[in-house]
């Protein structure tokens, strides 16, 4: 479904991705793992079209997109959850919601925005009645299920998720790997982000380790978390013999 090929990328004047290529198959979860400051939010960011100063291929659904604009990608259902939620504060969970189908609501009904608005509260009921909350009151957990939600009102075919346990407790981080996996199950395809190497990788089918902007392990998830190195470097796990 989606192709990166030799992926560069700049930031502030210095080399910040080297030569990334890295596919995600329709109905899969992948996840890439790294350090803080490896180039993981900046690699999402350049396939959602938001950061400036990369070069490389893009392919999504065969379809060369290296040249599209970042509307044009959403468009398409390439649909990014942000790290930090970047939430619309002052605007209320119903209205951070609706932001989400802001390209398809030309093309919608009021009754099947209304239809897909209900949806989002089955799936997170702690949302269905703070509707009229200010999105900047919530909870870390509640916002990032309005994050989410608000992701899926754009009705992603690919769903990037940009460190979406970051900030939480841990029962929280818990209930939003519980979600994803969820995902997973109804089909979706996702690229997942995350420092919490441990549960990205118990959710998820093949897995891609990033170091200081290049890729250094690719593989299947399960089979990574056994990796010595993963274990030592991400799972704080020291490996001995």
Known sequence: MLRVENLEAYYRGNR??????????????????????????????CISAVHPDWSGIVSFEGRDVSRAA??????????????????????????????????????????????EMEA??????????????????????????????RGLMANPRLLLLDEPSLGLAPLV????????????????TILLVEQNALGALAISDRAYVLETGRLTLCGEASALMQDHRVRSAFLGQQVTG
Do not use: H
């Not at 890439?32 to 939010?41: H, V």
């Not at 970042?70 to 932001?99: K, Y």
């Not at 509707?131 to 989410?148: F, N, Y």
């Open 173 to 188: 981080v818990r209930e939003i790997f519980r979600i994803i996996k969820e995902f997973k199950q109804e089909g979706r």
């Open 120 to 149: 989002i509260y089955d799936r997170f009921p702690p949302l269905s009645n703070r509707r009229k909350q200010l999105a900047g009151t919530l909870s870390g957990g509640e916002q990032q299920m309005v994050a989410i939600g």
């Open 70 to 115: 970042s509307q044009a990608r959403v468009r398409l259902g390439i649909v990014q959850v942000p790290e930090n939620r970047q939430l619309f504060g002052p605007m209320t969970v119903e209205e951070n919601l609706e932001m989400g189908a802001y390209l398809r609501a030309s093309r919608m009904s009021a009754a099947d925005l209304k239809r």
């Open 16 to 45: 910040a991705l080297k030569s990334v290529s890295l596919e995600v198959r329709a109905g899969e979860i992948v996840c890439l793992i790294g350090a803080n400051g490896a180039g993981k939010t900046t690699l999402l960011n």
